[in-house]
């Protein structure tokens, strides 16, 4: 009796106590040993597979699960002047998913529905292509979703679910670009990031840009242009900004992760204004250089102090475009102008670099590089690309006219959506 209840119990947590409760004694075990022996193919080369139709509870062995397709979803967007709130925008739609693919409008559908693109398709590629949450990169997508993209979004690229966000994207009659993918069901919606759009940038910089270059170029000699009654310090208003900053939103865009033990920690900063394609080919650059890139972004008043005019962007909106960098690691938010031998002690930085492109450096100040320099770490890496905030202003300034009737059209829309605005869960 006692070698029967220890075979039952030596199985216990195995079987889960179904026939064995009954089998007792010595022909409980002579049993216990022969339906063993046929699940491991002693027998006459009966194996495993047998066992189940012998035995109907061996059911109850753990199986394998069998891994399950990745759930993929996709949004599409004309990215021009690509700000926070895009990035924003592509990580919630992440979190929907296990894999995004991201459609670039191509610059003919941009012109047809909304004016002329301040970017080109390649800087816009490199933009989307630069970010964290990013999986695929969809060039030249439609402006609206007809039926014939929708099936190839769904028969090429596998996509369950296409995304936008709670503001409406209208196509020139009226009717909603989104139509066909919410009548499947295979529609999702996420909140439209507070505070920023293209429109609200090419507004500031069609207002006050062009006197920001007049400054700039005629801040040495100490002119001042009559017609635009400016003088090179003037304070330059800015727009009223709807950006409310969060600490939360900062740890959604962070990688919230320290270098491991002996990282070599590589150091850019700089200011990142109007975020673009020269910015995330120089932070791919000095990513490579090392295994950690922390990113010092300088305040506003700094620039201002330094190059006499505010950047575009203030501070907060700036390090949300570097942090959804993905080859960014960390930030400092307001890093000095100069880098000191205690910070590079404090972050343990290994090298310090700095692009061949450059705006705006006052000439005669003091090298805020001369530490790192003196120490042996640092390197200039040639920029990839030559393209600056400055440049990408200049566009606009160029073609103010077109720029102008490309936002009246714009702010009519982006007035009724802040005028009908209700509260969309999520974030």
Not at 227 to 252: C, W, Y
Not at 324 to 345: F, H, L, N, Q
């Amino acid at each position: 009796m006692m070698m029967g209840m220890l075979a039952y119990e030596s199985h216990q947590g195995l079987w889960n106590s179904g026939y064995y409760s009954q089998l007792f004694g010595i022909g409980g075990v002579m049993i216990t040993i022969a339906i063993l022996m046929l699940s491991t193919g002693y027998f006459g080369g009966i194996g495993a597979p047998f066992a189940p139709y012998f035995w109907p509870h061996l059911g109850q062995v753990p199986k394998k699960r069998e891994r399950k397709r990745p759930v993929r979803v996709y949004m599409d967007g004309c990215f021009d002047l690509m700000h926070y709130g895009h990035a924003n925008a592509l990580r919630q739609a992440k979190l929907l998913g296990d894999q995004l693919v991201v459609g670039v409008v191509s610059d003919e559908e941009i012109v047809a529905n909304k004016g002329p693109p301040v970017l080109s398709m390649e800087e816009r590629l490199t933009l989307v292509s630069g970010l964290k949450w990013v999986d695929e990169v969809i060039p030249n997508a439609p402006y609206e979703i007809t039926e014939e993209f929708m099936n190839t979004l769904f028969n090429k690229y596998s996509i369950d679910y296409i995304i936008h966000g709670d503001d409406p994207c209208l196509l020139p009659d009226g009717t909603d670009a989104y139509a066909l993918a919410k009548k499947v069901g295979r529609y999702k919606q996420i909140k439209r990031t507070e505070g920023v759009s293209s429109t609200d940038i090419v507004g500031k910089i069609s207002t006050h840009y062009w006197r920001i270059l007049l400054t700039f170029k005629q801040k040495d000699a100490g002119a001042v242009d009559e017609k635009a009654g400016v003088k090179p310090n003037d304070e330059l208003k800015s727009q009223l900004s709807h950006f409310l900053p969060t600490s939360r939103r900062i740890m959604q865009f962070s990688n919230g992760q320290a270098p491991s033990p002996g990282a070599r920690v590589v150091y850019i900063d700089g200011t990142f204004d109007l975020f673009h394609a020269g910015h995330v080919e120089i932070l791919r650059s000095a990513r490579q250089l090392g295994d950690f890139l922390l990113v010092g972004i300088h305040d506003d008043q700094s620039i201002r102090d330094r190059r006499g005019y505010r950047p575009i962007m203030h501070l907060h909106e700036r390090t949300l475009s570097v942090l959804a960098c993905r080859y960014v690691d960390e930030v400092i938010i307001g890093a000095p102008w100069e880098v000191s031998k205690d910070m590079i002690t404090t972050f343990n930085i290994s090298l310090v670099v700095h692009g061949t492109v450059t705006e705006g450096n006052s000439a005669g100040e003091v090298d805020p590089y001369a530490v790192p320099k003196s120490m042996g770490i640092f390197k200039t890496i040639t920029s990839p690309k030559s393209i600056t905030s400055a440049s990408v202003a200049t566009r606009i300034v160029d073609n103010h006219e077109a720029y102008k009737k490309r936002n009246l059209k714009k702010k009519a829309s982006e007035d009724r959506y802040y005028a009908q605005k209700q509260f969309v869960s999520g974030d």
